[in-house]
């Protein structure tokens, strides 16, 4: 093998996956890591820590492919986002608390409007 092609073999595999690589694979571990039960507490923070990785992976795949500026970053995140499902999308971007503060104030208020026509209309009638 000659000089030049060993050098452009290390050279290419210096530079990390390409970004179509790098989502598949992202979308193998945020697959995974839905399909997983809960009890599999192990096999889940793998699943995690290696989706965490390859987002990194991708990012920097984009962000080698254009450039380091706004342009390059907003590429790797959007690649990012572009790989997740609608509700792994969810879970990332709207806090679970924020849902249950929101549905908590929702049902009070809705209780206590009940409650409060209950005994308008009974004191009415």
């Known amino acids: 093998m000659p000089a030049a092609a060993r050098d452009h073999d290390v050279e290419e ?3 990390g996956p390409s970004s179509d690589d790098a989502s598949e694979s992202l979308r193998y571990w945020l697959q995974r890591l839905e399909g997983l039960p809960r009890r599999k507490v192990a096999a889940r923070r793998e ?3 290696m989706a ?3 987002e990194r992976r991708l990012r920097d795949a984009e962000i080698e492919r ?3 500026g706004i342009v390059g970053r907003a590429a790797g995140t959007l690649a990012v986002l572009r790989s997740m499902r609608p509700r792994a999308l969810v879970n ?3 806090p679970r ?3 249950v503060g929101v549905l908590t104030v929702v049902l009070g208020t809705t209780l206590v ?3 409060l026509l209950g005994a308008i209309l009974s004191a009415l009638l």
């Open 13 to 15: 595999a210096l530079r």
């Open 47 to 49: 699943a995690r820590t």
């Open 52 to 54: 965490l990785s390859w």
């Open 66 to 68: 254009w450039g380091g």
């Open 92 to 94: 990332r971007l709207v």
């Open 97 to 99: 608390s924020l849902v």
């Open 113 to 115: 409007v009940g409650l």
